[in-house]
């Protein structure tokens, strides 16, 4: 109430604030995911290149799996990797491969089949993931009709550079997501893949809302010895902007995702069974149960069989075939990490705060790893004199299991973004502050505006230093807030119509290296 404007006598009551505004935190741990789905289409409206919110697993398949048909059918295959035996001269170097017969078979997939956007929505709600955005940028495409040569990088012609982008693109008008994810970034060739990263990386540094996580290609069946090359590779493709928007997990993981019955003999040969005669009923060792089941598939006598029923009875006819399908499911079963660290992260803000580093835990489904890494191949990659550009390292411990062993971004030299939990506490932070702000804006540009927004902002930073994210004995030892005129602005900024805030905040860092002295005295006398 203006005094000023009272003009009739009588009573007037005027009510004061007594409490000043306060900061609602922002959320911490929101990916988005931006890939192929086998669908995205929800009650006749199209959800392709729609950045759309989801909270569980459950809405995702509303809206981006196929439907089931009615039972007793068995559900939708959302996800059918096509796989092919291809019969070698020589032991391969490379590579999953079976020996059948005397000879030896490589099991290699049709390139245009394989994806990551189904199953590392999966592992990210199987490690605890919930709030998330998922941008859809296509369906499935067709199968290239033929294996890919062993040993070689997956590249799937179906995944383009130019939809991925075109999806990251759509991110710039949402403001929540904290975390970006492309799982089948490492489908694309070297160079596309390069482009994307620094494109992710660029976009981060300018709207300082989100991190990127990364995927390295070549980390899904790495070389023992030459797997060095993929990672100077990677760092050589991700440029000089924005590192430490970015954090990188090597290699892929070997999870327990997919199970035996999500893939049968219509994985195999591009759904052609008569490939799989001359395998399973050879003329040196004769099946004939193997070679009747396959035969009914082409030809039914009777009522056609499910193609559960029909790969149940595969499995017990042929050992031979059940070993080839335990092949394919653990070669489907690798995924990049990137999906499952968006669910570590998760549980880890929600039950630590986004000030504790997402590391030394593990990650559940993860089941082996295609690469142990010891500490002196992690030395490496952790610390680079070159780059600086750090990668984190998921390893295998005995007695302990597989571990996120890795806490930092791709700026690995700087003092101050080195580590991840830095980089998105102050994310958190400056998040936090700027939407509680947003109320000033066009309030008089006074002492008592200055005042109630240095009182929010320390109000704020004193219950984050209470819950562990800032360091130091007292609030004043953890941060300090300054705004005022010969503060932080000068008589010509209020005239121009700026109110400037000097925040200062000691955040915590994670203790990478504990080092432990010992030193022997001699005995003392009790």
């Given at each position: 109430m203006v005094l000023s404007n009272i003009k009739s006598p009588g009573v007037y009551i005027q009510e004061l604030n007594a409490f000043g505004n306060s900061i609602v935190p922002v959320a911490t741990a929101v990916p988005a995911f931006i890939g192929y789905t086998p669908q995205a289409l929800y009650e006749g409206k199209s959800y392709l290149n729609v950045p759309q919110k989801i909270t569980s697993f459950a809405e995702f398949q509303a809206i981006y799996c196929y439907p089931n048909p009615a039972a007793p059918a068995p559900p939708a295959k959302?996800?059918?990797?096509?796989?092919?035996?291809?019969?070698?001269?020589?032991?391969?170097?490379?590579?999953?491969?079976?020996?059948?017969g005397g000879d030896y078979y490589s099991i290699v997939p049709d390139p245009n089949t394989i994806y990551y956007m189904y199953n590392s929505i999966r592992l990210f709600y199987e490690n605890g993931g919930g709030d998330a955005y998922i941008v859809s940028v296509g369906t499935y495409g067709a199968p290239s009709g033929s294996p890919m040569t062993p040993g070689t990088q997956i590249i799937n012609s179906n995944v383009q550079l130019g939809d991925l982008m075109s999806g990251l693109a759509l991110l710039k008008n949402e403001q929540?997501?904290?975390?970006?994810?492309?799982?089948?970034?490492?489908?694309?060739?070297?160079?596309?893949?390069?482009?994307?990263?620094?494109?992710?990386?660029?976009?981060?540094?300018?709207?300082?809302?989100?991190?990127?996580?990364?995927?390295?290609?070549?980390?899904?069946?790495?070389?023992?010895?030459?797997?060095?090359?993929?990672?100077?590779?990677?760092?050589?493709?991700?440029?000089?902007?924005?590192?430490?928007?970015?954090?990188?997990?090597?290699?892929?993981?070997?999870?327990?995702?997919?199970?035996?019955?999500?893939?049968?003999y219509t994985n195999l040969f591009g759904g052609d069974v008569k490939q799989l005669d001359p395998i399973l009923n050879p003329p040196t060792a004769p099946n004939s149960n193997a070679a009747k089941i396959l035969a009914n598939i082409e030809k039914p006598a009777g009522p056609p069989l499910t193609a559960s029923q029909n790969n149940s009875a595969l499995i017990n006819a042929s050992k031979i075939y059940k070993t080839i399908m335990k092949h394919v499911?653990?070669?489907?079963?690798?995924?990049?990490?990137s999906g499952g660290m968006a669910g570590v992260i998760t549980v880890n803000d929600n039950q630590s705060g986004v000030w504790n580093a997402p590391a030394n835990t593990s990650i559940v489904g993860a089941a082996h790893l295609?690469?142990?890494?010891?500490?002196?191949?992690?030395?490496?990659?952790?610390?680079?004199?070159?780059?600086?550009?750090?990668?984190?390292?998921?390893r295998f411990f005995n007695g302990l299991g597989i571990l996120i062993?890795?806490?930092?971004?791709?700026?690995?030299?700087?003092?101050?973004?080195?580590?991840?939990?830095?980089?998105?506490?102050?994310?958190?932070?400056?998040?936090?502050?700027?939407?509680?702000?947003?109320?000033?804006?066009?309030?008089?540009?006074?002492?008592?505006?200055?005042?109630?927004?240095?009182?929010?902002?320390s109000s704020f930073l004193t219950t984050v230093w209470k819950e562990g994210g800032?360091?130091?004995?007292?609030?004043?030892?953890?941060?300090?807030?300054?705004?005022?005129?010969g503060a932080t602005m000068t008589?010509?900024?209020?005239?121009?119509?700026?109110?400037?805030?000097?925040?200062?905040?000691?955040v915590t860092h994670p203790a990478e290296f504990i080092v432990l002295t010992f030193q022997q005295e001699m005995a003392t006398s009790s």
């Amino acid at each position: 109430m203006v005094l000023s404007n009272i003009k009739s006598p009588g009573v007037y009551i005027q009510e004061l604030n007594a409490f000043g505004n306060s900061i609602v935190p922002v959320a911490t741990a929101v990916p988005a995911f931006i890939g192929y789905t086998p669908q995205a289409l929800y009650e006749g409206k199209s959800y392709l290149n729609v950045p759309q919110k989801i909270t569980s697993f459950a809405e995702f398949q509303a809206i981006y799996c196929y439907p089931n048909p009615a039972a007793p059918a068995p559900p939708a295959k959302q996800y059918s990797p096509q796989y092919y035996l291809v019969k070698e001269k020589a032991k391969p170097e490379k590579g999953d491969y079976m020996m059948i017969g005397g000879d030896y078979y490589s099991i290699v997939p049709d390139p245009n089949t394989i994806y990551y956007m189904y199953n590392s929505i999966r592992l990210f709600y199987e490690n605890g993931g919930g709030d998330a955005y998922i941008v859809s940028v296509g369906t499935y495409g067709a199968p290239s009709g033929s294996p890919m040569t062993p040993g070689t990088q997956i590249i799937n012609s179906n995944v383009q550079l130019g939809d991925l982008m075109s999806g990251l693109a759509l991110l710039k008008n949402e403001q929540e997501p904290t975390m970006y994810i492309v799982p089948e970034a490492t489908l694309l060739s070297v160079d596309n893949n390069g482009t994307l990263m620094q494109e992710m990386l660029l976009q981060n540094s300018e709207m300082g809302t989100a991190v990127s996580i990364f995927d390295i290609i070549g980390g899904r069946n790495p070389d023992p010895i030459l797997y060095t090359n993929d990672i100077t590779t990677f760092r050589n493709n991700t440029g000089a902007k924005g590192l430490d928007y970015g954090a990188a997990y090597y290699p892929f993981i070997g999870t327990t995702i997919m199970q035996d019955t999500d893939l049968d003999y219509t994985n195999l040969f591009g759904g052609d069974v008569k490939q799989l005669d001359p395998i399973l009923n050879p003329p040196t060792a004769p099946n004939s149960n193997a070679a009747k089941i396959l035969a009914n598939i082409e030809k039914p006598a009777g009522p056609p069989l499910t193609a559960s029923q029909n790969n149940s009875a595969l499995i017990n006819a042929s050992k031979i075939y059940k070993t080839i399908m335990k092949h394919v499911v653990k070669d489907a079963n690798i995924l990049p990490p990137s999906g499952g660290m968006a669910g570590v992260i998760t549980v880890n803000d929600n039950q630590s705060g986004v000030w504790n580093a997402p590391a030394n835990t593990s990650i559940v489904g993860a089941a082996h790893l295609p690469i142990r890494l010891s500490e002196s191949q992690q030395g490496d990659l952790n610390m680079d004199a070159i780059s600086g550009k750090s990668v984190n390292a998921i390893r295998f411990f005995n007695g302990l299991g597989i571990l996120i062993w890795g806490a930092r971004t791709l700026d690995g030299n700087s003092l101050d973004w080195k580590y991840l939990s830095v980089r998105r506490t102050l994310i958190f932070l400056e998040q936090s502050c700027k939407l509680a702000a947003h109320a000033y804006v066009f309030q008089p540009n006074d002492k008592n505006t200055w005042e109630a927004v240095k009182s929010m902002i320390s109000s704020f930073l004193t219950t984050v230093w209470k819950e562990g994210g800032l360091q130091g004995a007292t609030p004043a030892s953890a941060f300090s807030v300054a705004c005022g005129l010969g503060a932080t602005m000068t008589g010509e900024d209020i005239l121009n119509g700026f109110m400037k805030v000097m925040i200062k905040v000691a955040v915590t860092h994670p203790a990478e290296f504990i080092v432990l002295t010992f030193q022997q005295e001699m005995a003392t006398s009790s």
